[in-house]
């Protein structure tokens, strides 16, 4: 294989990767909190509509994202309420959510545009565009360094390098400030945090909250500059298979980046099956790559959710004692 291949397979990597690991530190904040969020997919979905609808309509990109995020952080509010203030089972609240997204866009959709529940073409300003970083043209053929400045770390959306920017603000926030650690503190114990006098239901809210924004911030990404609009189940279980990548990660913010970049470099892979095919010497069924970063998740799940040791107070209602 050679470099300029090799580029180009790690740039779709990335690519691919955004929205995983956007949802990924979503349920990262949440289950840190101890509010287990199956409803990432439901999330992402009812952003990606909303953004196409709205970017399309008004033909800004940012209005879109921001419509995006509102609708997740509806999502939000709604898995909130059912498993924070009525103390609700958080999985089946989730599914609820999922449920809910995947008919209802559908049916939006088909009611706004009339076009089979699809969102129209995205155009022009409706998109984000790839952005050319700085002396990305002039060291464009210098050897080795050029094509990797240009064709990997230059030429993505604004949302590539926002979602890469939170691995380290996540870092920080959970690990260096006063509200991360009582986040952390929420999930495993929060009777204790309680004590100290600091919200419990406060803390969990704040962080179903981020969870909407960053859900909001990859639906947006899926259907506003990855794709152009949205199409029906769109998300494609993007949402599970962040789940799997961060119980792989262990709930630790630069391991999600990791597992995330490792399924999309999956998706990558079955996006250019003459890549395989030539490392090979033989062709491989088309059929098989599309299935791999799927598999992978069911293969985590069952070895590795023994060893991952998620927060103690992870899906369980915290009922104050009087």
């Given amino acids: ?33 101890g509010i ?12 990606a509509f909303l953004s196409a609808a709205i970017a399309y309509t008004s033909g800004s990109a940012w209005l879109g994202l921001l419509a995006g995020i509102g609708a997740s952080l509806v999502l939000s509010g709604i898995h909130g309420l059912a498993s924070i203030t009525f103390r609700g089972n958080q999985l089946i609240s989730g599914v609820a959510v999922n449920f809910l997204a995947a008919g209802l866009t559908v049916v939006v959709a088909q009611s706004w545009f009339g076009q089979g529940g699809r969102t129209p073409q995205l155009q022009g300003a409706a998109r984000f565009d790839p952005i050319t970083l700085p002396f990305a043209d002039a060291i464009r053929d210098v050897p080795v360094i050029g094509p990797i400045y240009y064709e990997l770390i ?3 959306t604004a949302l590539v390098y926002i979602a890469l920017l939170m691995v380290p603000l996540s870092w920080w926030v959970l690990y260096a400030t006063r509200f991360g650690l009582r986040l952390r503190a929420v999930g495993e114990n929060p009777a204790a945090v309680d004590t100290a006098g600091v919200s419990v239901i406060g803390l969990r809210y ?23 609009g949205f199409v029906k189940d769109m998300s ?10 961060l119980i792989f990660a262990k709930w630790r913010p630069w391991y999600a980046l990791y597992a995330c970049l490792l399924f999309g470099f999956l998706q990558a892979l079955a996006l250019r099956p003459d890549v395989i095919e030539g490392a090979l010497g ?5 059929q098989l790559l599309d ?13 590795f959710v023994g060893k991952a040791i998620p927060p103690r107070a992870g899906g369980e209602p915290y009922v104050k004692e009087r």
């Fill in 206 to 228: 704040a962080a179903v909250a981020i969870c909407g924004v960053l859900c909001g911030i990859a639906g947006a990404y899926l259907a506003t500059a990855l794709q152009a």
């Fill in 36 to 47: 287990f969020d199956i409803g990432l997919e439901g999330k992402m979905l009812a952003a």
């Fill in 282 to 286: 033989f062709k491989v069924n088309v």
């Fill in 1 to 33: 294989m050679d470099l300029l291949t090799l580029l180009q397979v790690l740039d779709s990597t990335m690519r691919l990767a955004t929205p995983l690991l956007l949802a990924c530190l979503a349920g990262l904040f949440s289950e840190r909190a």
């Fill in 154 to 156: 230059s030429g993505h």
């Fill in 291 to 303: 299935v791999l970063p799927y598999i992978l998740t069911v293969i985590i799940l069952a070895g």
């Fill in 236 to 245: 494609a279980g993007r949402g599970y298979i962040a789940l799997a990548a």
